[in-house]
């Protein structure tokens, strides 16, 4: 999309929202969700702070200092170079002089910190010329993590390669048990890297393997010097995601529990399926939500998923969000399905992907963890990507 493009859609939601214009502003690449939209690349330097300024109405404007006035070279409207912070605030009061609801990348009371990008002492001073700041969250989704068909097509081999990475895990542990082979959680894990690398995948952090009390600590991750043996009766717990190793590629990520027996206990079994029905209950209700085009917010889908987990009697040992929005980042920056680590309240917008990973953490015990993709279509229709999980898979 051409930028100039994105000007006028821009123009559309902020008349949608009811906002007069959209400022944005970095100091260092500190707002990295900014320079993602202003197609900055990571490896321009910026040691000065600059915003570019997009009106409901009018051309848009750049602000950058004489020392880096060519960074916004490449983007439309009227360059103004300031020298001394005098001048940047008179120019910054100047640009904002007949508008009043400004969105920035704020987040009121840090709700939403992964939104939180520009400073408190910026927010003053925009509030200090009469102006009322209000958040980009919702505007700014719709351009940093929504999927055009290349990456659907990319996440889909991602989430088909985790899946049968998933079951080739189960087969190597159980050849290893039953050949009496000395296997544990670092192994398994390289195993798993290893077949992402056969599928030219990538990831920036390795897979998680872990084995009972393990499994109870929701990020435990194995290393060379930190793994325990897994033996037969073990309970085990693997999350795994990665992309294909190609431009703007998006991940996929998934996560399994298997125990090493011919059968789970009562108790795990009886976990799993308050787990399952907690993810079943989410998918139910984005489900009637999506099809009717009816708006659903992120911390929405949480409540539900939540609820089920607590009228089962475990909402205690539920300790970390629902899900969340996947790009090419495993941890993207759109939606996250939460009302508990955060009130995530923004809007679930269409050709967007999320996790949703329900779990239960019973310390000095196990834990299970249940986790697929979800990709909202145009046309009211969800789609399910990485598989699901109905029983422990037991060998």
């Known amino acids: 999309m051409r930028f100039e493009d994105k000007i006028q859609e821009v123009r559309l ?48 404007v750049k602000v950058v200092h004489a020392v880096e006035e060519t960074i916004l070279e490449h983007l439309p409207g009227e360059k103004i170079v300031y020298r001394t912070w005098q001048e940047l605030e008179e120019t910054v009061q100047m640009l904002l002089t007949s508008s009043r609801r400004i969105a920035m990348e704020y987040s009121p009371q840090n709700t ?19 102006k009322e700041v209000l958040s980009s969250a919702n505007l700014l989704q719709h ?28 087969e190597f542990i159980r050849q290893g048990l039953n050949g009496q082979s000395q296997i544990n959680e670092f192994i398994v894990q390289k195993f798993m890297m290893e077949k992402f690398a056969f599928h030219h995948c990538i990831s920036d952090d ?17 290393t060379y010097e930190r793994s325990t043996p897994i033996q037969k009766g073990d309970f085990i717990l693997i999350d795994l995601w990665c992309k294909k190793n190609e431009p703007q590629a998006v991940y996929a990520d998934i996560t399994r529990v298997a125990k090493a027996a011919p059968t ?78 955060t009130h995530d309240d923004r809007l679930l917008i269409p050709r967007t992907c999320f996790s949703i990973e329900p779990g239960i953490y019973l310390p ?17 229709k969800i789609q399910i990507t990485g598989g699901e999980q109905d029983a422990i898979h037991c060998f």
């Open 13 to 60: 939601r902020l008349s949608d929202e009811n906002l007069d214009g959209w400022l944005l502003y970095d100091f260092r690449h500190n707002n990295e969700l900014a320079c993602q939209f202003l197609q900055i690349p990571p490896e321009t330097l910026l040691t000065r702070r600059f915003l570019y300024w997009i009106p409901l109405k009018g051309s848009p």
């Open 112 to 130: 939403i910190p992964s939104i939180s990008k520009v400073d408190a002492g910026t927010v003053d001073l925009i509030r200090s010329f009469g």
């Open 143 to 170: 351009f940093t993590c929504v999927w055009d068909e290349k990456k659907l097509k990319l996440h889909l081999e991602a989430a088909n390669i985790l899946s049968k990475t998933a079951d080739e895990t189960w």
């Open 206 to 222: 390795p897979p998680i393997c872990a084995v009972n009390a393990n499994s109870a600590n929701p990020h435990y991750c194995p």
């Open 264 to 341: 789970a206990t009562p108790k795990e079994i009886e976990v799993f399926n308050v787990v399952r029905n907690a993810q079943k209950a989410a998918i139910h209700f984005i489900n009637e939500r999506w099809s009717k085009q009816t708006p659903i917010r992120g911390c929405e889908v949480d409540r539900v998923c939540r609820h089920s987990i607590h009228s089962a009697g475990y909402g205690a040992y539920f300790i970390h969000r629902t899900g969340h929005n996947i790009d090419t980042k495993d941890h993207g920056n759109g939606a996250h399905i939460d009302d508990y680590e």
């Open 364 to 380: 000095g015990e196990f834990g299970v963890r249940l986790e697929f993709d979800v990709y909202l279509h145009l046309e009211g």
